[in-house]
């Protein structure tokens, strides 16, 4: 299967909510390489990459987590994987 990557911004209250956390345990309980990080606008940016079903199932258990009451939009970038995550998910700070 194609490996791709989503770059993906959820906007509303979802800072200071664990947004973060919940989201990097998600995708690497899906073995997705890649990171979260806080933006300064309030918004939150997810990068990941993989199998193009694990990354729609991410997005689907971010929804369906606790987080998706603090989420008001998504707007979701695909592209072509780079690799350059070398198999790990993190948590920027």
Not at 4 to 31: H, K, W
């Amino acid at each position: 299967m194609k490996t791709l990557r989503i770059t993906v911004r959820y906007e509303g209250r979802v800072q200071g909510v664990g947004f973060r956390y919940t989201a990097a345990s998600l995708a690497r309980e899906l073995g997705l390489a890649g990171y979260v990080r806080n933006e300064f606008d309030g918004s939150v940016e997810l990068v990941a990459e993989g199998e193009e079903d694990l990354l729609m199932e991410l997005m689907d258990s971010i929804r369906r987590s606790h987080l998706g009451r603090y989420i008001t939009n998504t707007v979701v970038r695909r592209s072509a994987a780079t690799g350059e995550f070398k198999g790990y998910f993190s948590v920027k700070h």
